[in-house]
């Protein structure tokens, strides 16, 4: 055995330690349970008050209507974001698609020019973008060249 003297600060919190349980079983304090939780299902039957949300979620999904997506709007509203940001390509690029899933956006530059004035401008375009349409999420902006033939 090890002597009071050789005793590490280890060895001495162990001591405390059982020295308290050994106090608190004979003072009476036995070890409580957790109490356990318990969840209530509220089940509708057509009769408890919906939020207003969730009754026109229902109400929508009821008739087969879908909201309207975020990229319709990105579509629609590129001219005005591209005007505000390169006014100097206002209505020399189109925008022609946007995968919501990817947050890819699509676009046709008139000249190949325009398309490199957009690759430098892309972030800006992007930032623009978000805050024009809150919840688009345009991550990416991709420059699409416009093949022309020969006459």
Known sequence: MTTESELSGVDLARQALLAARE?????????QKPKRRTTTVVRR???????LGSAISRMMTERGMAAPAAGGSVLADFGTI??????????????????????RLDVVPDLPA????????APKLITAAN?????ANVRALHVLVLQRRLA
């Not at 591209?82 to 899933?101: I, K, S, W, Y």
């Not at 805050?131 to 919840?135: A, D, L, N, R, T």
């Open 23 to 31: 106090a608190a079983k004979k003072n009476g304090a036995a070890r």
């Open 45 to 51: 039957e057509g009769r408890e008050p919906l939020g």
């Open 82 to 103: 591209l005007a505000a940001v390169v006014p100097e390509l206002a209505g020399r690029v189109q925008a022609v698609a946007f995968d919501a899933e990817t947050g």
């Open 114 to 121: 325009a398309g490199t004035q957009l690759r430098w401008s």
């Open 131 to 135: 805050e024009k349409v809150p919840g």
